[in-house]
């Protein structure tokens, strides 16, 4: 279970810094590529080589993914402000934390098949060689653009 969680939260991470901020706020080498949030998606299919209709299957995908993950925000926002004040307190309260991320945890399992579909479909989108190198990406994180 745990396993599912942390992936689902790795993705969920990996889709967040594609939309928003490319690979990383500077990019590779310190060179600044500003705010754009698509250029990690670009950047990704272009390392993946992929035909407009892929991009398209994936794209849609991934949109499908984000309205569905979307409605998680508040939970995240939650669990976040539940282990601030965990950490805050005199005395670190563990029992609570953990009963109440066990709540989180429960919640994002539930979107286990829009994370299933969305995979699905971006695999069915690509070749055997370009589901290697997403894989290798994914593995690796954003520092492989860099090599």
Same mark, same amino acid.
């Given at each position: 279970m745990? +396993?599912?969680v942390f992936g689902t939260l790795c993705l969920v991470a990996f889709v967040s810094v594609l939309r928003?901020? +490319?690979w990383g706020h500077h990019g590779c080498n310190g060179r600044g590529f500003g705010r754009h949030g698509r250029f990690g998606m670009y950047r990704a299919f272009q390392e993946l080589d992929t035909s407009p209709g892929q991009e398209k299957a994936i794209r849609a995908a991934l949109g499908e993914l984000r309205q569905s993950l979307a409605e998680l &925000?508040?939970?995240?926002?939650a669990a976040r402000g539940q282990v601030a004040g965990a950490l805050r307190g005199d005395r670190f309260d563990g029992a609570t934390l953990e009963s109440?991320? =066990?709540?989180?945890?429960a919640e994002l399992a539930r979107h286990g098949a829009a994370l299933s579909s969305a995979l699905g479909k971006v695999h069915e989108a690509l070749d055997p060689?370009? &589901?290697?190198?997403?894989? &290798?990406?994914? =593995?690796? +994180?954003?520092?492989y653009f860099c090599m």
């Amino acid at each position: 279970m745990f +396993g599912f969680v942390f992936g689902t939260l790795c993705l969920v991470a990996f889709v967040s810094v594609l939309r928003h901020r +490319g690979w990383g706020h500077h990019g590779c080498n310190g060179r600044g590529f500003g705010r754009h949030g698509r250029f990690g998606m670009y950047r990704a299919f272009q390392e993946l080589d992929t035909s407009p209709g892929q991009e398209k299957a994936i794209r849609a995908a991934l949109g499908e993914l984000r309205q569905s993950l979307a409605e998680l &925000r508040p939970q995240f926002d939650a669990a976040r402000g539940q282990v601030a004040g965990a950490l805050r307190g005199d005395r670190f309260d563990g029992a609570t934390l953990e009963s109440s991320l =066990e709540r989180h945890t429960a919640e994002l399992a539930r979107h286990g098949a829009a994370l299933s579909s969305a995979l699905g479909k971006v695999h069915e989108a690509l070749d055997p060689d370009q &589901r290697r190198r997403l894989a &290798r990406l994914i =593995e690796t +994180g954003p520092g492989y653009f860099c090599m």
